[in-house]
């Protein structure tokens, strides 16, 4: 049991020093425990390579089974003896869904597990942290992070709003006329945008240029421009007809948010999974609803 210990906990911090504190040992002890567990077992975990700890291919393939193990024990030790309580979990979420997707759905987790501890924290773009110990992160991308399991969340099309008093009556042939708002560091710009829906035309230069879909959408919400933003971010708007679509021309993208559980924290515990099959819920019924508000026919034209 206590190589197993050295192992998990080596494991999920990448160093044998870190390991130590964690365990109470010190970093010879814990390197002395995992030689032991890799002696009996007869083959490598990790690779030692100047000062640098890194998982083998079957040390990748035997660190969950590890974790599980042990988050099994912990969480039967809690429902037969009654010790310990629900352990806090932390979720990191981009700032634009933690404000316009998240936020308005965590009463709901709240009353479905009341005894739940829940940390969030935001984050600009899907950097990888440093120093914090995140359980559960939310990142936009294409999926290929390497630092944990990756599980599909929000898949989501990209889509053009403007009040209704800016769009007018004027047809949508003629977007090129309104002020533009565009995303900074995203792949979908207004550029495509228009060789899909104006091929010919002379893309303006974008009025406003921002790097949260939180700020395109006040934007647009106060007149200022159409914005170019995912449908899950306009959703609320649309559903209050504060904005209207401006195009029925959506771009499809091969981005989308991602659930990431890092490889350094047990995602078998029961509250991380609790949460992680709670948001691929929510995923599932938001879904529903941006189909239907963006359903809405876009201004005339």
């Not at 240029?209 to 170019?228: F, M, T, W, Y």
């Not at 099959?277 to 508000?293: G, I, K, P």
Request: aromatic content about 8%; charged content about 20%; hydrophobic content about 40%.
């Amino acid at each position: 049991m206590n190589w197993l210990r050295a192992f998990d906990a080596s494991a999920r911090h990448g160093s044998f020093t870190l390991a130590a504190k964690e365990l109470g040992l010190t970093p010879s002890a814990v390197s002395y425990q995992v030689r032991g567990l890799e002696a009996q077992l007869g083959h490598k975990l990790f690779r030692r390579d100047h000062k640098l700890l890194s998982l083998t291919r079957l040390g990748h393939a035997y660190l969950p089974v590890v974790a599980k193990a042990f988050a099994d024990i912990d969480a039967t030790t809690c429902n037969l003896f009654g010790k310990g309580t629900e352990q806090e979990v932390t979720l990191r979420c981009l700032t634009s869904l933690n404000l316009l997707w998240l936020m308005p759905l965590l009463g709901d987790y709240r009353k479905q597990y009341p005894a739940s501890r829940l940390r969030v924290l935001s984050s600009s773009w899907s950097e990888l942290s440093q120093g914090e110990s995140i359980d559960v992160d939310i990142r936009y991308g294409d999926g290929s992070w390497r630092d944990g399991p990756v599980l599909p969340l929000l898949q989501n099309t990209v889509i053009a709003v403007a009040t209704p008093s800016l769009l007018g009556t004027s047809p949508c042939s003629e977007l090129d006329r309104l002020p533009l708002i565009e995303m900074t560091g995203v792949v979908d710009t207004w550029r495509h945008f228009f060789a899909l829906h104006a091929p010919g035309v002379t893309v303006p230069e974008p009025a406003y240029k921002v790097d949260q879909s939180l700020i395109a959408l006040e934007l647009a919400n106060r007149g200022l421009g159409v914005a170019l933003v995912a449908d899950v971010f306009a959703q609320p708007y649309l559903e209050r007809g504060t904005l209207r679509r401006a195009s029925d021309i959506a771009l499809s993208t091969q981005h989308g948010h991602y659930l990431v559980l890092p490889s350094d924290r047990n995602s078998h515990r029961p509250e991380v999974s609790t949460l992680v099959d709670w948001l691929q819920t929510q995923a599932h019924l938001t879904a529903e609803r941006v189909a239907a508000a963006i359903a809405t026919p876009p201004a005339a034209g």
